[in-house]
């Protein structure tokens, strides 16, 4: 998975100085508005802190906000639902890991679709379901069944 993004050179670590919401650290902030970019993608360890906090705090400042939710976790279903609810209130997207890959990737017909297909087996194992019947499905009617391989 690694390999996929060590060429991204938008890809920066920026380091906190205790502030328990990201979008509480200028340096953060800064890196995201250089990146000119209104739309972010947010998982992390807290669904109802770490997600919710920055999420609602960008949303405010006009960003449209995608939050991957089974990317994170809470200390229980209630904190997690409870985060979502208010987050979807505030107009915040709520999507899974497999939703956010499809809609990056959006097609196997494509050079690196062998990267994605190891991806999806690390990030989304019931994803090798779906690929085995399609290709059951391809070498059914006699066609090749690449770019979609599960092995």
């Not at 919710?52 to 995608?66: C, K």
Request: with cysteine; glycine share 6%; proline share 3%.
């Amino acid at each position: 998975m690694v390999e996929l993004f060590e060429s991204d050179d938008d890809a920066q670590y920026i380091a906190r100085q205790g502030e328990v919401s990201a979008w509480d650290n200028a340096d953060f902030v800064e890196a995201v508005e250089a990146t000119g970019r209104k739309t972010l993608v947010i998982a992390g360890v807290w669904t109802s802190v770490c997600v919710a906090f920055p999420a609602l705090q960008a949303n405010a400042e006009g960003y449209t906000v995608y939050t991957v939710m089974d990317a994170s976790g809470d200390v229980s279903k209630m904190a997690s639902d409870a985060a979502l609810d208010r987050m979807v209130a505030a107009g915040i997207i709520p999507v899974t890991t497999n939703t956010m890959m499809s809609e990056t990737h959006r097609t196997w017909n494509r050079d690196d679709w062998q990267e994605w297909l190891g991806l999806y087996s690390e990030l989304v194992p019931e994803y090798n379901a779906a690929v085995q019947n399609y290709n059951s499905a391809q070498e059914a009617a006699g066609e090749d069944v690449s770019p979609v391989d599960n092995n």
